[in-house]
T-cell receptor, first 113, second 112 residues
Framework: GENVEQHPSTLSVQEGDSAVIKCTYSDSASNYFPWYKQELGKGPQLIID?????GEKKDQRIAVTLNKTAKHFSLHITETQPEDSAVYFCAASSPTSGSRLTFGEGTQLTVNP | DAGVIQSPRHEVTEMGQEVTLRCKPISGHDYLFWYRQTMMRGLELLIY????????DSGMPEDRFSAKMPNASFSTLKIQPSEPRDSAVYFCASSPLNQPQHFGDGTRLSIL
C-alpha cells in the first residue's frame, strides 16, 4: 500500500519568513495530493491540493509543488503570519483507492511574532 | 453547507462502558471515513464507507470496535467494551468520489 513520509516534524520560523514542508510517497500510481491544516481543537481543513497533471499550484501565500519522477511534493508558505501556526498534514491517494487518503505524520509549524 | 457534524464533542467514561460516536456527513457525499488521532500514531484510518457500504475496515483495531451507516446521512462508531487505550480524538470525514475530504471537528474521547 501507499506510504507517505513527511518532514520536518517541527518547524519554527520568524514572522515574514517562508516555510517549506516536504513529503515523499511510495505508490507511483498516486495522482492526488492534498494538504491539510489542523488548528488546536479542530479537524483538519483542506488548504490546497494538486493533481498529477500539474507541477505547481499557487493560492495567495500558499503553493504546492509536485515532482512525480522523484515522488515528492512540497508545501510552501510565504510571508508567514502567527495565524499560520498549526499542524500541517500532507496526503496522497491513487485512482484505485477511491477517495481514501494516506496521511503523513504531520508538521507542527510555529510562527514567532 | 453545515459541514460534517460530529457528536458528542467530548466524552468521558469509565472503562468497560459502551461508547457511541456519531457523524452526519455533508449531503451528497458518497464516501464517509472514520479516523483516530493520537500523539503516538498520528491520524489513522479506521474504516470507510461508499454509499453506506463498508469498503475497508482493516484499520479497525479489534472486535471491540464496530461502525455502521444505516443511511446516507448518519454513521456511528461504537466501542464496546471501552478501554483506556482507546482514548483519542476520533474524526469523521466525507467526500464525493475523488474529491477532497471534509473533516468534522472530532470527538475527544477519554476512557478512565
Amino acid at each position: 500500500g501507499e506510504n507517505v513520509e513527511q518532514h520536518p516534524s517541527t518547524l519554527s520560523v520568524q514572522e515574514g519568513d517562508s516555510a517549506v514542508i516536504k513529503c515523499t510517497y511510495s505508490d507511483s500510481a498516486s495522482n492526488y495530493f492534498p494538504w491539510y491544516k489542523q488548528e488546536l481543537g479542530k479537524g483538519p481543513q483542506l488548504i490546497i491540493d494538486i493533481r498529477s497533471n500539474v507541477g505547481e499550484k499557487k493560492d495567495q501565500r500558499i503553493a504546492v509543488t509536485l515532482n512525480k519522477t522523484a515522488k515528492h511534493f512540497s508545501l510552501h508558505i510565504t510571508e508567514t503570519q502567527p495565524e499560520d501556526s498549526a499542524v500541517y498534514f500532507c496526503a496522497a491517494s491513487s485512482p484505485t483507492s477511491g477517495s481514501r487518503l494516506t496521511f503523513g505524520e504531520g508538521t507542527q509549524l510555529t510562527v514567532n511574532p | 453547507d453545515a459541514g460534517v457534524i460530529q457528536s458528542p464533542r467530548h466524552e468521558v467514561t469509565e472503562m468497560g462502558q459502551e461508547v457511541t460516536l456519531r457523524c452526519k456527513p455533508i449531503s451528497g457525499h458518497d464516501y464517509l471515513f472514520w479516523y483516530r488521532q493520537t500523539m503516538m500514531r498520528g491520524l489513522e484510518l479506521l474504516i470507510y464507507f461508499n454509499n453506506n457500504v463498508p469498503i475497508d475496515d482493516s484499520g479497525m483495531p479489534e472486535d471491540r470496535f464496530s461502525a455502521k451507516m444505516p443511511n446516507a446521512s448518519f454513521s456511528t462508531l461504537k466501542i464496546q467494551p471501552s478501554e483506556p487505550r482507546d482514548s483519542a480524538v476520533y474524526f469523521c470525514a466525507s467526500s464525493p468520489l475523488n474529491q477532497p475530504q471534509h473533516f468534522g471537528d472530532g470527538t475527544r474521547l477519554s476512557i478512565l
